[in-house]
């Protein structure tokens, strides 16, 4: 999933679930939910190896910084908003998210998502042999109206402007919609639900969020926050429908995330990387289903984008790497069409920039990215200059 919370600006953690048929001569495919920059030409052994755990909301800097005293932070009537949300009487044990399809084991009456239970013979809770599984559709109802409760808590916001409200009583309270909050908590639910694979479950919460963020849209116009988190958004939507092995749906998110995400100033390099990964995402759908030429064009224009990036930042180290990610994706491609000599030129073109990076002593992690997409790049050349002895 374009590795950025939309709503909290976290990178969540790694939880890339491999397709089985992946090609490991083939550069990897960028991995959903990935905090590890997703697009990585290395070896997956080493996006996989650096991954550390991170926390989903380092900086839960999520929108109104401003912290205006007169703001009522919006509390859930259940205990559950989207910073503490604990594992309550309406969640899953397996994935750790709200139910989803709810279903109840026979004999034991324990409750998981259907998908999540789906995995076990015994119950994950008592053990008890499941005979069969059963709907729970008032449990299920219960979850759902949860859902939507939280659309409707609303911010009470005090103006403290003195003239409009000098006696006391009279203060005009507005209510504000809170659907932004519902957003980073819709986010969190489908992030966990796609770590556990429970797919349907996370497409579920992630198009409630869409829907949301469309509606507001309508009302308030395109608005940069709003355009880079339905980018975000539908982005993982792709995520999801290519997990579930739907790559037209896939694709067609993609196409749609990049639409807003190209509505916004490229000088925000979130944007620029989410937007060139959601790019890549698409070359990658057309280069699995061998259409060369459309993979081709993708991955050309996040390359572009990535080149923009570096005008406007031209010393971040993470940037000149993804360019060289990206001038491997084109080469490689170019390769399988037969354009030989091109793809000579971009992997040599890759290799100049990754040999020229100097990276600092506490850029540890980026150092060894430096080194396998090197050791890609040169044994892509490698490969090519074999062939072409033989
Ligand atoms: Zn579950
Ligand atoms: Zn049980």
């Not at 090609?23 to 960028?30: C, Q, T, V």
Request: hydrophobic share 35%; with cysteine; net charge negative.
């Amino acid at each position: 999933m374009t590795p950025v919370c939309p709503f909290a600006k976290a990178r969540p953690d790694d939880a890339s679930p491999r397709k089985p048929g992946e090609n490991s001569n083939k550069l990897p495919a960028e991995c959903p939910f990935s905090k590890a920059r997703p697009d990585d030409a290395s070896s997956r052994k080493s996006v996989e190896n650096s991954s550390k755990p991170q926390a989903e909301n380092d900086g839960n800097k999520a929108k109104n910084d401003s912290n205006d005293s007169a703001t009522i932070s919006p509390k859930c009537p259940f205990g559950y908003d989207s910073q503490t949300f604990k594992i309550g009487p309406l969640s899953c044990v397996i994935c750790q998210a709200l139910l989803f399809e709810t279903s109840k084991c026979v004999p034991c009456s324990h409750v998981y998502c259907k998908a999540c239970v789906s995995r076990f013979k015994d119950c994950p809770l008592c053990g008890a042999d499941i005979e069969k599984i059963e709907a729970d559709t008032n449990l299920q109802s219960v979850v759902d109206r949860f859902i939507e409760g939280h659309a409707r808590i609303k911010r009470s916001h005090v103006t403290s402007d003195k003239e409009e409200g000098e006696a006391g009583e009279n203060k005009k309270v507005i209510y504000e919609d809170v659907s932004m909050e519902r957003g980073s908590f819709l986010v969190q639910q489908a992030m966990r639900a796609f770590r556990a694979q429970n797919i349907e479950s996370a497409k579920s919460r992630l198009s409630i969020c869409a829907e949301d963020i469309r509606g507001q849209i309508e009302r308030m116009g395109n608005t940069s926050d709003l355009c880079s988190q339905l980018g975000a958004v539908l982005g993982m939507l792709g995520d999801c429908c290519r997990a579930m092995g739907d790559s037209a749906s896939a694709v067609s998110y993609f196409e749609e995330s990049v639409e807003f995400l190209m509505k916004l100033p490229m000088d925000d390099l979130e944007i620029t990387h989410t937007l060139s990964v959601s790019l890549n995402k698409i070359g990658d759908l057309k280069y699995y289903d061998g259409d060369l030429q459309a993979a081709r064009s993708y991955y050309v224009r996040s390359l572009n984008v990535r080149r923009d990036a570096i005008k406007h930042h031209s010393n971040v180290p993470s940037q000149i790497l993804d360019v060289a990610v990206s001038l491997a994706k084109v080469a490689d491609v170019d390769r399988s069409i037969g354009s030989e000599d091109v793809a000579v030129d971009g992997f040599q073109e890759a290799i100049k920039l990754l040999e020229s990076l100097t990276l600092k002593p506490e850029e540890a992690g980026l150092e060894q990215r430096r080194l396998s997409v090197l050791e890609f790049v040169n044994s892509q050349l490698a490969e090519k200059q074999t062939e072409s002895t033989l």
